[in-house]
């Protein structure tokens, strides 16, 4: 396939940008190629600057879940920009979003938008910090919750994919707050809340790890952080920022019936624009600038175009069966990769909740960062090239997330499942 328009612009963008990228995770240095430039996209799929059209899982991390181009967000989006693209002052569409986010989440009463899941994560803990006046928080190794200081502690994503899970930057004084703790391992969280006990201001983790490829929660795991942080007085911190409104409406949450006392959004609330929110009980919510004295603000949060295109998402996600649909085509995908699998004897563990998934290239199973560590990310390289020269859109990384959406067709599907048999033999 031939990509010289993308090799021309990389070269042009690594000279004004840092590695010709404004995030890392898109740079493919992981995956021994150069990243394509992207002209436009629709439906299921994406076009590169040298015309080249590829079935797309990635879907801009998370958000498409509609597809690329939905008519009815584009509409949206079109129509809320004629009438003016900021105001900073608040709006109805603002009110709309947010109950939307309200009634879909029992357990956020009042919600703050932001523009990204950085600021979303980061705000929370803030909040949590404020509202408990402790200092400490406890994430999980191998997952990410954005780049602000505190949280970029044995991180997963870009930070486990480059190797710099904790980033130089991070001044160790504030690191020092971050304990880290191995993800479904509910005794190992235990000793560290004993070993801190009343110092913990708020335990925060994805309640399906998404960012060291797909781990979901094993039974009792997120049960028993709730009641732990219940008896200790810690805030439970769901970061639902690529679940959300992904593998169910309510997302991780109502799928396993566990709740956070505050909930971190992004992703899909955007239907592609940059948007991230965080919410949760009055009690704690109201303790936020002006309502209370924990401060946190953003000149383009709360934007008209992001909340259009996010009510006009949600509104699309709410049609009898989404879901449904959603969990079937990943279903079949997820058989037909599995077969492939076998077929070419190539070892693999295949993850998958709803509409996100990821194939890891070792025995598994992957329940935390240290099993996921075991991939053989160098096949897991091949294969990723041999995709895209078949014109299949993976994450360039193994510990990333694939992501269904509705767009994809059944064509889509066999024609990936193919294209994964031929990789694997290759392999
Ligand atoms: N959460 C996304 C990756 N896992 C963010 C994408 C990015 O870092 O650019």
Redesign the pocket.
């Known amino acids: 396939m031939k990509q010289q328009q993308s090799s021309t612009l990389f070269a042009q963008a690594q000279q004004v940008i840092p590695g010709g990228v404004n995030?890392p995770?898109?740079a493919f240095k992981s995956v021994g190629c150069e990243p394509l430039f992207i002209e436009r996209a629709s439906g299921s799929r994406i076009y590169d600057a040298d015309g080249n059209s590829y079935i797309d899982y990635v879907g801009s991390?998370g958000p498409m879940i509609l597809g690329h181009c939905h008519p009815k967000v584009v509409e949206a989006i079109q129509q809320a920009a004629a009438n003016g693209a900021s105001f900073g002052a608040p709006t109805r569409k603002e009110i709309k979003l947010a109950e939307m986010v309200c009634a879909a989440y029992p357990n956020i009463e009042k919600v703050r938008m932001v523009s990204s899941?950085t600021e979303a994560t980061m705000s929370a803990i803030r909040l949590a910090r404020g509202c408990s006046g402790r200092d400490k928080i406890l994430k999980f190794d191998g997952c990410?919750h954005g780049h602000a200081d505190s949280l970029l502690v044995n991180a997963g994503?870009?930070a486990a994919t480059f190797g710099v899970p904790s980033s130089p930057g991070v001044p160790a004084d504030f690191a020092k707050h971050t304990l880290t703790a191995t993800y479904n391992d509910l005794d190992n969280v235990k000793e560290l809340v004993a070993a801190n006990k009343g110092e913990i201001a708020c335990i925060i983790l994805e309640a399906i790890a998404?960012?060291m490829g797909c781990v979901p929660p094993q039974p009792g795991f997120l049960a028993g952080l709730r009641q732990l942080c219940d008896t200790e007085g810690i805030i439970l911190i769901i970061d639902e920022v690529?679940t959300g409104f992904r593998v169910a409406y309510g997302g991780a949450q109502e799928r396993y019936g566990v709740y956070g006392d505050l909930v971190c959004l992004g992703k899909i609330i955007g239907g592609g624009l940059p948007v991230g929110a965080f919410g949760g009980k009055k009690e704690l919510m109201s303790q936020l600038s002006p309502e209370g004295g924990i401060y946190q603000a953003g000149t383009l949060s709360g934007n008209p175009l992001a909340m259009s295109a996010g009510i006009a998402t949600l509104e699309l996600l709410q049609q009898e069966g989404f879901y449904a649909q959603i969990e079937e085509k990943s279903a079949y995908l997820e058989q037909g990769l599995r077969q492939a699998a076998s077929a070419a004897g190539v070892t693999t563990c295949l993850q998958r909740v709803g509409g996100m998934f990821c194939c890891y290239f070792c025995a598994g199973p992957v329940n935390n960062f240290a099993d996921a560590a075991t991939s053989d990310t160098a096949a897991f390289s091949r294969y990723f090239r041999a995709l895209l020269a078949a014109g299949v859109n993976v994450a360039p990384s193994q510990f990333?997330a694939g992501f269904m959406s509705i767009a994809h067709s059944k064509e889509d599907l066999d024609y990936t499942i193919d294209a994964v048999a031929a990789a694997l033999k290759q392999l």
Do not use: K, L
């Open positions: 995030s995770v898109r991390w899941g990410y994503s870009g998404g960012n690529m990333e």
